[in-house]
Nanobody
């Protein structure tokens, strides 16, 4: 399974971007997919996640109300719509997939089995 993230770029504060994460490879039916981000000099942190059925979503407090995660099962693609962007949202954004239900918290990096490469989001003030 390979995850390909796209959609990053440079945007002004209060602007919007939509990130996409396309999965390819063998039949892809994870339990949950998510987005994480890592700013320079900081640890990678949880941003949002969604169950593959689309029935449940999770958000970090810092993005709640501004970011929306969604899924297109037919295209094996997960999206992250980011609105009202702030300079502190600047980071490399990574998509990840959890193959099956496990004991890890939805926010834990260890709970995800597959990772895509990062896509850089830069928000200017």
């Amino acid at each position: 399974v390979q995850l390909q993230a796209s959609g990053g770029g440079l945007v002004q504060a209060e602007g919007s971007l939509r990130l996409g994460c396309a999965a390819s490879g063998r039949t892809f039916s994870p339990y949950r997919t998510g987005w994480f981000r890592q700013a320079p000099g900081k640890e990678r942190e949880f941003v949002a996640a969604i169950t593959w059925s689309g029935g449940r979503t999770y958000y970090a407090d810092s993005v709640k109300g501004r970011f929306t995660i969604s899924i297109n099962n037919a295209r094996n693609t997960v999206y992250l719509q980011m609105n009202s962007l702030k300079p502190e949202d600047t980071a490399n954004y990574y998509c990840a997939a959890q193959g099956s239900l496990n004991w890890f918290s939805v926010t834990a990096l260890s709970g995800y089995d597959y990772w895509g490469q990062g896509t850089l989001v830069t928000v200017s003030s």
